[in-house]
């Protein structure tokens, strides 16, 4: 198990469910409302709003929740957020990439720039670490929607680059650019997707030892735990049995 699919969502380990939810629709909502903010408040008009609802639905936000985050942003009071992307190393030459919204800029660098040290990774200049992984569309259906070979012709016609399979379903890739059309004509075939948006895709990954991945999923762990940051990824691998030991 190796980026984005490992890292991204680290809300699901055992413990804290209840104050990790709460927190994850937090970040959720602030995603709603910078994404209507910034383009129509019409997910059928605005690509980034329609992604980071689909992303909430997939959580089971409430409805009332998603709407509420909407209407958030042509609120005079709404807060500005600033995206941020932070690069740097973690233990063993490990590439992350954390991406963040905030509303304050030095409190948040701070933060991240701590978490780092903390473990032995030091964080880096903005494209520092972005060379080792590609930035790519991702799009994800249900398993019910097909057998592998629909899917394929799926998305051969919708003009995806790839699609393979991913836990419980399909994921279609494509360039970032292609993102909005490649969602849409899949969703004329197959419906509404699970999850859709664009992601870091490492190009290759680092196996570590336990000693080495224990100090490594801290620190994803600290990261996500932030009330800014939206999603952490990284380019290692960490045996199964660390995995069973820390229950992840």
């Known amino acids: 198990m190796a980026g984005h699919s490992q890292f991204a969502n680290i809300m699901h380990r055992k413990g804290k ?22 383009g129509l408040p019409d997910p059928n008009m605005n690509a980034r709003l329609r992604a980071a609802i689909l992303a909430a639905r997939a959580e089971n936000m409430p409805k009332d929740n998603i709407d509420r985050a909407v209407k958030k942003a042509a609120g005079a009071d709404s807060e500005n957020y600033d995206e941020i992307r932070y690069e740097g190393y973690g233990p063993g030459g490990v590439a992350l990439i954390v991406e963040a919204l905030t509303d304050n800029r030095n409190r948040t660098a701070s933060d991240v720039r701590s978490f780092f040290t903390r473990v032995g990774g030091n964080l880096a200049e903005t494209g520092a670490v972005a060379f080792l992984f590609d930035r790519v569309g991702s799009i994800e259906y249900e398993a019910a929607k097909g057998t592998p070979d629909e899917m394929i012709e799926a998305a051969l016609e919708a003009g995806a680059d790839d699609c393979h399979p991913v836990a419980e379903g399909f994921e279609f890739v494509c360039a970032p650019e292609a993102l909005a059309d490649v969602a849409k004509a899949l969703e004329e075939r197959l419906g509404e997707a699970r999850k859709s948006g664009l992601v870091w895709r490492p190009q290759t990954s680092i196996s570590v030892d336990d000693e080495t991945g224990e100090k490594l999923l801290k620190l994803v762990d600290l990261l996500d735990d932030h009330d800014d940051v939206q999603t952490v990824y990284a380019n290692f691998e960490v045996s199964d049995a660390l995995l069973a030991k820390l229950g992840a």
């Open 17 to 38: 469910q209840d104050a990790r939810r709460s927190k994850l629709f937090s970040k959720l909502a602030r995603e709603i409302t910078v994404a209507a903010k910034l």
